[in-house]
């Protein structure tokens, strides 16, 4: 069995998966296909709209504000 992707073996390697609707494949190369591609957890991000990627981004950053503010409550002390 080969990569889809790089069309090496798979036999042997210890991150190998199986892609749904692709075939077998070496962890590290379906990453790579999808960062090439720009698509993240089924998200295909280039076909999104400037006002939806406006929105996206939004989004990722109200939730990176609201996990610092969790482990920030979780400190002991207070800082100035």
Not at 5 to 33: M, Q, S
């Amino acid at each position: 069995m080969r990569c889809e992707y790089c069309f090496n073996p798979v036999v042997g390697h210890l991150d190998v998966l199986t892609v749904p609707g692709v075939g077998p494949a070496h962890g590290n190369c379906h990453i790579n296909h999808q960062f090439q591609q720009r698509v993240f957890r089924g998200v295909d991000i280039a076909a999104l709209g400037d006002s939806e990627l406006s929105v996206l981004e939004e989004l990722v950053k109200t939730e990176r504000n609201q996990r610092s503010k969790d482990n920030a409550e979780h400190m002991d002390f207070e800082l100035f």
